[in-house]
């Protein structure tokens, strides 16, 4: 059989005819596409258990080990004096205005009593921002 005898002659169609097989091919192209991608990710899927050295089974999940909680050892005396130099007077005074500012108006009365530097990997102003972009609206 040769191609010209399977192929529609569009030129002795109607408008009507000519959409429907463009719609129905459509349809038929697009789903056809579509299975073939949950295919395709259906495979990459058993590769990822085999990769991981899991099967398709469930297994039984694995009690976690107890941990003893270990006490925090304390800071050593030249961990305390680098501390009590970075901490001096101007920076104790803004804190102070700071938290007094936050606690005006509420009756509360703020006591600072102690003040170490963050341990936070990012900085202040992207801490801020974070929180900005995650508040409710």
Do not use: C, H
Request: glycine letters at 8%.
């Amino acid at each position: 059989m040769y191609f010209n005898q399977l192929a529609i002659d569009a030129s002795k169609m109607t408008k009507g005819e000519l959409s429907v097989i463009t719609t129905f091919s459509g349809v038929a192209i697009v789903f056809g596409m579509l299975l073939i991608l949950v295919i395709m990710i259906a495979v990459f899927g058993l590769f990822a258990k085999v990769g991981n050295g899991k099967s398709g089974k469930k297994a039984k999940p694995e009690k976690a080990p107890k941990v003893k909680k270990v006490a925090e050892p304390s800071p050593s005396k030249s961990a305390v004096n680098t501390l009590s130099n970075v901490d001096d007077d101007e920076v104790i005074a803004v804190i102070s205005a700071a938290v007094a500012m936050m606690y005006e108006g509420t009756g509360k009365k703020a006591v600072i009593r102690s003040i170490r530097p963050s341990t936070v990997g990012r900085s202040a102003w992207a801490n801020a921002g974070i929180r900005d972009n995650v508040r409710a609206f």
